[in-house]
């Protein structure tokens, strides 16, 4: 064992592929079906919406795919990002476990979320595509997305959650500064959008409309594409390269194996990302002990409370239909400051390998959530995204189990951005005035009446 | 040359000890005075402020003083920082100057401020004090201290300048995150901040009279020390290991020498860090064309504008009287966003070493400035601190003489900090709001009546 805090990667160790869980997982996927016709979707379906390089990525079967020289340029910018070894909080919780963060803050955007959204920037610039759509929660897809449409001169279109527009205002001029237009969804600009209004003028909106609103703008406008910052398997492909590194970089600690893999998931491409390439050991038959968890808020616990069913990606029914485990498509969230996470589906993979048990699930309140980004706070010195402290809270009740039993485990986690921008909700749980929104046992029960009847 | 973009060093390949430019000044600094005798002051006369460590690093003549284990384990968190070949800001300029950037803004704190706030409270933990007082402008050495603070287990009481404390809500809640107490200065909490706002009770507040009540508040309470974010030795010195990380980076680079060292300087300690070892070379006889240029606002020029003279640390005249750069310690810079920069005075060392003909000084507008950051945030990704952009607007002007004359020069800046926290700012620059300020000739005559009279 070493005694160093932080494990380092020369750029020249960067990982030249992305790992595709997809080779290795227990039993295929269910397909993604049409919004309309409930059938299967080819590529050409998906064609409207993204270039044809990421289609065959979400469609792929391969292991590794290569990653090209221009887009690892561009993440040379803060890539390899370091891995810590949290010495201060071990010994705050008097843990024999040893823990360990992957620092994905220090990115221009300050989150992990530009590592796919520069890849999806250069497949589209490089069919041609002008500008791009998204949608945003908190604001950390969107500035990544802006960012990268900034370095390949891409226009850049945001629709972000109003509950996230009108409490971080920083969020949508840090995506201004980078070029992008940024307006408050439901908006008036999309059909979508003007039917939330219609029906709720105060509503404080959520992923799932704003990706309708996201999608309905592709549709309108000539040369757009849309560009989705989770969820999807080519979005968790080009994550791989988290969890690659840290495996690299916990040899370097002198660690033989990950005993617990966390990470927190809203769509669940932070946590696929850092998770796949050490669950690809169990897999594949070796680290068979290793445990996997995601961590989810009480408030949208798709994976903990949700059913696991073919269910649509957005509020309008607009996105492909795929397998996961969902709230249902109506469910409308309250507005918890982790708007990262305030999604009513998930990842088909990630929800397939937790119906496969090899992926455990947890869900905090937001209040502990914040308590346990204070602790980090105090000892790591990072004020961490809310996003980010629910897996914190989650490695922390690890270690307490540790220094319970004894046990000398390995947790490695992705602390996957920054809190700069988050101030307003530290204020407010400073000052106790954060609230804790019991799950919403009847809404989800109605949402879940109207999942698509695929047969 | 390397085709790589960012230059690593291994968390043991930070330097060891701190360099203290003293021993290779053209003259010996002038001794600092009793702001009441104005005799030269001794150790005892400093230790009410600071512990005897900081007093004995202060007065060194020592060439190199040992880091701290405890220090280097903390500091080891963030550092050694990346430093980041500009590329594609050159191809911008198309420049054929090479740019490189030290990368400070990836600590908890945003900036390199921690450098020396983690070693002070070190030594003042270990002298037995039990709070630190202390100013901040923009928040950055605040919310440094905070941070450092808290690590120690002290206690943190912040004034910090009003005109940042209304507008960077953000940064006062990041400091009470680590534990930090702010308010904001003029407060009523000090006779010196009483008297200011009875004058003016619509002060906007200045460095210097933040200090003021710092140090009155210091003094007025048990077991406190003072703690200052820049202009001493001692903080240079802290500083030092930006510019010796620097020079191990630019080595892995392929890089023999630079050819100029730029940084922004407010109270001249960022860089005073970054310059001072490159400036060794030139100062032992070796790397005699070295330029070292410091750049400020335009709306407080203590290099460019102000006198050299003996002059008071403070505007309540409680600070040591010190030999300086200075636009009169009673002078109130007008309320620009680089917060961080809005200081009458600066480094007797920096004052010296451009009075000696040794370091260049230059002055930009804060529209100017906030161009060339958005220029670097379109090119490089990071949206930076106001304070750091002045560098940058420098960077720019060499890079482009250099696109004129065809030169090859090696060009090497510090950049500071991250602009998370001066999103406002950014919003106001976008939309056409920024003010520029001309520097205030007759408000300064005026000020530099008031100098202490030396004999």
Partial sequence: MTDQNKFLLDENEMPKKWYNVNADLPRPLSPPL?????????PQDLAPLFPMELIKQEMSPERYIDI????????????????????????RLNTPARIYY???????????????????AYYNKKEGIERLATETGAGQWGSSLAFACKLFELECMVYMVKCSYDSKPYRRILMETWGAKVVASPSN???????????????SGSLGLAISEAVEDTIKHENTHYSLGSVLNHVILHQSIIGQESKLQLKKAGEEKADVVIGCVGGGSNFGGMSFPFLMDKLQGRNKDLRAIAVEPMACP????????????????????????????????????????????????????VDAGVIEAQAYHQREVFEAAQVFAETEGYVVAPESAHAIKAVIEEAKNCARSGEEKVIVFNNSGHGNFDMTAYDQFLHGKLVDYEYPVELVRQSLKNLPKVK
Same sequence: chains 1, 2.
């Fill in 102 to 120: 992957k620092w994905e803050g220090v990115s221009p955007a300050g989150s992990h979320k530009p590592n796919t959204a520069v890849a999806q």
């Fill in 68 to 91: 090209p020289g221009e887009i690892r340029d561009i993440l040379a910018i803060w890539r390899p990002t370091p891995l810590i070894r949290a010495r201060r909080l071990e010994k």
């Fill in 189 to 203: 600009l999309t059909d979508a959008g003007k039917a939330m209004l219609k029906k709720d003028p105060k509503c």
């Fill in 34 to 42: 049409h919004p309309l016709t409930l059938q299967p979707v080819g």
């Fill in 302 to 353: 798709s994976l903990t409370k949700g059913v696991y069913a073919y269910d649509f990606g957005d509020t309008a029914k607009m996105a492909p239909v795929v397998k996961m485990h969902t709230l249902g498509h109506d469910f409308m969230p309250e507005p918890i400051h982790a708007g990262g996470l305030r999604y009513h589906g998930m990842s088909p993979q990630v929800s397939l390998l």
